[in-house]
């Protein structure tokens, strides 16, 4: 079960549906047309695919072995709208709807704006996803592709409920060794004569240890 159907959803989908064999990726965003046309795009390339509406994430969460969140439900700081506006998605889980409040980025300060969002909606999306996890069989994965902060209420819901739960750490560390060997550094590696797995394998375990 993919969440959102986004930039980063569409990054994730084709290799997790190809990696499904005979399983089906369903699709779950607040705007259903969207995942729809990212469905029919998965479809077109041979996968199986499904769009659902996020009114039905109950029904189709305690189905899957696998939820991914590629929503920004969750993620740290601000994230900046037009007419210089921001709103705060950290407090919200990717297993529930949420609607943050819109703020005036140059009239409130940051700690206004933590203060104004942790707020009914809030509550009621929290409530909801605790709710949710907890019905989901143990053995569901819970993915989330935010790596900050390390653990978002998605996964901390999904911790708390038994279930096995990754960031994405290990994701991002991954594209930036790709970046670095196959594109910033490729040429001196070859000329090195150490474009060689082993060197990608030392250049990901030092990231990894640097984070």
Same mark, same amino acid.
């Given at each position: 079960?993919?969440?959102?159907?986004?930039?980063?959803?569409?990054? &994730?989908?084709?290799?997790?549906?190809?990696?499904?064999?005979?399983?089906?990726?369903?699709?779950?965003?607040?705007?259903?047309?969207?995942?729809?046309?990212?469905?029919?795009?998965?479809?077109? !390339?041979?996968?199986?695919?499904?769009?659902?509406?996020?009114?039905?994430?109950?029904?189709?969460?305690?189905?899957?072995?696998?939820?991914?969140?590629?929503?920004?439900?969750?993620?740290?700081?601000? !994230?900046?709208?037009?007419?210089?506006?921001?709103?705060?998605?950290?407090?919200?889980?990717?297993?529930?709807?949420?609607?943050?409040?819109?703020?005036?980025?140059?009239?409130?300060?940051?700690?206004?704006?933590?203060?104004?969002?942790?707020?009914?909606?809030?509550?009621?999306?929290?409530?909801?996803?605790?709710?949710?996890?907890?019905?989901?069989?143990?053995? &569901?994965?819970?993915?989330?592709?935010?790596?900050?902060?390390?653990?978002? &209420?998605?996964?901390?819901?999904?911790?708390?409920?038994?279930?096995?739960?990754?960031?994405?750490?290990?994701?991002?560390?991954?594209?930036? &060794?790709?970046?670095?060997?196959?594109?910033?550094?490729?040429?001196?590696?070859?000329?090195?004569?150490?474009?060689?797995?082993?060197?990608?394998? !030392?250049?990901?375990?030092?990231?990894?240890?640097?984070?």
């Amino acid at each position: 079960l993919l969440l959102g159907a986004g930039g980063s959803a569409r990054a &994730v989908a084709p290799h997790t549906a190809q990696l499904l064999g005979d399983g089906k990726l369903m699709i779950c965003n607040r705007t259903v047309e969207s995942a729809a046309a990212l469905a029919a795009e998965i479809r077109a !390339r041979g996968w199986r695919a499904q769009a659902v509406p996020e009114a039905e994430l109950s029904t189709w969460a305690p189905r899957v072995g696998l939820i991914i969140n590629s929503t920004t439900k969750g993620q740290g700081g601000l !994230r900046s709208l037009e007419n210089e506006t921001a709103i705060m998605a950290e407090p919200y889980s990717a297993l529930a709807p949420a609607q943050p409040i819109a703020l005036a980025t140059g009239k409130t300060r940051s700690e206004d704006i933590a203060g104004k969002a942790f707020h009914a909606d809030i509550e009621i999306n929290n409530e909801a996803s605790m709710k949710l996890a907890a019905s989901i069989p143990k053995h &569901v994965r819970f993915y989330d592709l935010i790596y900050f902060p390390e653990e978002t &209420v998605f996964l901390r819901h999904g911790r708390l409920t038994g279930h096995p739960t990754m960031n994405g750490k290990s994701m991002i560390i991954n594209q930036a &060794v790709i970046a670095f060997c196959e594109r910033i550094c490729r040429a001196e590696l070859q000329a090195r004569g150490i474009d060689k797995p082993e060197t990608y394998q !030392r250049i990901l375990e030092t990231m990894y240890r640097a984070w």
